[in-house]
């Protein structure tokens, strides 16, 4: 009993432990912060990255700022512009632009939370994990962004992200990607989608088999905004998914019926159904390919591109192909049927007609014609041996009773 109440003990502490690879890795990180236009003078702001990515790959690092409060309301609504200078070890980061965050109401000095995202890529040889270190934070409105709060930290604390083996992707399958607008010049924008694809099960070789695609926007990154005056009637989500393995083509297509209207931002897509179609027997690799947003895939009002590394993959197995081909074995089926013929007999008083048939080039024989050769001289022959036979009997008799 003593046993049994230590190892259970034992095990409520190794389940109150915190797992190495939790669902994502976020730090707090405290800031304290001096000018204007923002009154705040120290706040907290969290950091979140994948649990885990592979080598090359490149990845979101979400910062999250807290609710913040202006010195003066502005008369316009603007956003709030944020940049955050970072320093990564095992790996790099070039996007350091400022970021737009919150949205600001006009005549409001109340700010609420908001987010920016930075891309971070992991070392090519990189092969434990990528550390990242946050350092000064500047906080501005759009519409006045050479006016700026300025926050430090002194915490020594990092964001690490581990160096995973499992194929790539990040924990919940988002994927970062960059979307441009054709009419629109300098439109850009970061979203972040959440991608899972169903694999079909069952899948065989020359057959097309059904995949899945449902996308969720999430909500730390740019939102998908259409632009003003852009022509979407009909228009519809294009997504492209990449295939490998089993002779399956490198890409494929599927596309549904999108609701937006011009200048609006995009909030929920529609899932798709896309068909590959490998032809030989094996395992079919799928990763997120590109999307596209108009009435046709070719020339989109919004082209949204997918990273080129670092996607999750969802993978099935395609058996060898049904043979079809086989010809059928037939079954011949005999039915026989019995007929039963009734012959009359013919009546006393009715004797039989005999028909004479006179041989071509013949003369009239009587019935000599049917009956082929004469038949008087075997007639003869048997009446003849008879007699003889009658004789010889009658004389090997009289012979005996002499004797």
């Not at 908001?114 to 891309?119: A, I, K, L």
């Not at 994927?175 to 300098?186: E, F, K, L, M």
């Not at 494929?252 to 011009?262: D, F």
């Amino acid at each position: 009993m003593t046993g049994t109440l230590i190892i259970l003990i034992c095990s409520f502490f190794v389940a109150a432990m915190p797992a190495s690879g939790s669902a994502a890795t976020t730090k707090q990180f405290t800031y304290t912060c001096s000018g204007q236009p923002f009154t705040n003078t120290s706040i907290t702001v969290g950091l979140s990255a994948p649990d885990s990515v592979t080598a090359g790959q490149t990845f979101s690092l979400t910062v999250n700022i807290p609710a913040l409060t202006l010195a003066t309301a502005p008369a316009t609504a603007t956003t709030v512009q944020a940049s955050l200078a970072l320093t990564p070890t095992g790996g790099t980061s070039s996007d350091t632009s400022a970021k737009t965050g919150a949205t600001v109401t006009a005549g409001q000095t109340a700010v609420p939370a908001g987010t920016v995202t930075y891309q971070v890529t992991a070392a090519t040889g990189a092969t434990t994990k990528v550390t990242i270190k946050p350092g000064e934070l500047k906080l501005a409105l759009t519409s006045a962004a050479t006016t700026a709060t300025t926050c430090t930290t002194t915490s020594t604390d990092v964001v690490d992200v581990p160096i995973g083996t499992s194929g790539g992707g990040t924990a919940d399958d988002v994927v970062t990607y960059d979307c441009t607008a054709s009419s629109v010049t300098g439109y850009r924008a970061e979203v972040d989608i959440k991608v899972v694809m169903t694999a079909p099960s069952g899948a065989k070789a020359g057959e097309d088999a059904p995949i899945t695609w449902a996308g969720t926007i999430q909500s730390g990154g740019d939102p998908l905004e259409t632009p003003t005056g852009a022509d979407l009637t009909g228009a519809k989500l294009f997504a492209t998914i990449k295939a490998t393995g089993a002779g399956a083509p490198a890409t494929a297509t599927g596309e549904a019926a999108l609701s937006v209207t011009a200048g609006s931002d995009v909030t929920t897509l529609p899932s798709i159904s896309i068909k590959v179609k490998p032809t030989t027997a094996g395992t079919v690799s799928l990763t997120a390919g590109d999307l596209a947003i108009g009435t046709t895939s070719t020339s989109p009002v919004i082209k949204c591109t997918a990273p080129a590394s670092g996607l999750k993959a969802y993978t099935f197995t395609v058996a060898e192909a049904s043979r079809d081909s086989e010809p059928t074995p037939s079954h011949t089926t005999t039915t026989t049927h019995t007929a039963t013929v009734t012959v009359k007999p013919p009546a006393e008083d009715d004797p039989p007609t005999r028909k004479s048939r006179t041989p071509r080039a013949g003369a009239d024989t009587g019935a000599g014609g049917t009956m082929g050769p004469d038949g008087r001289l075997f007639i003869l022959t048997g009446i003849g041996l008879v007699v003889a036979a009658t004789i010889g009997g009658l004389m090997i008799r009289r012979r005996s009773l002499k004797s």
